[in-house]
């Protein structure tokens, strides 16, 4: 069984002229639009606010801060990177 390469790319997403992102955030913006993250944001905000009290015990729970816009920007660019 053979196998062949298939390439894909998307112009459509990040424009090739002129792109020098000079961060990760910068292409997740790109590719992301600000709506979204901020509903994301809000979201994982809401989950741990309503789950909060099930995890209180872990070190991690009591560490805890709201996540911003822009880390959730960076979050998703490692997932992307990764």
């Known amino acids: 069984m053979q ?8 112009p459509h997403l990040v424009p090739l002229n002129n792109c020098n992102p000079e961060s990760v ?11 979204l993250i901020q509903l994301l ?11 909060v009290e099930k995890w209180k015990v872990l070190p991690k729970t009591l560490n805890w801060s709201s996540i911003t816009p ?9 997932i992307i990177l990764i």
Request: hydrophobic content about 35%; overall charge negative; aromatic content about 8%.
């Open 70 to 78: 822009e880390e959730m920007k960076k979050c998703l660019g490692l």
């Open 3 to 10: 196998f062949r390469t298939v390439t894909v790319t998307f």
């Open 41 to 51: 944001t809000e979201q994982s905000n809401l989950y741990h606010s309503q789950n």
């Open 25 to 35: 955030v910068e292409v997740v913006s790109s590719i992301i639009g600000d709506d």
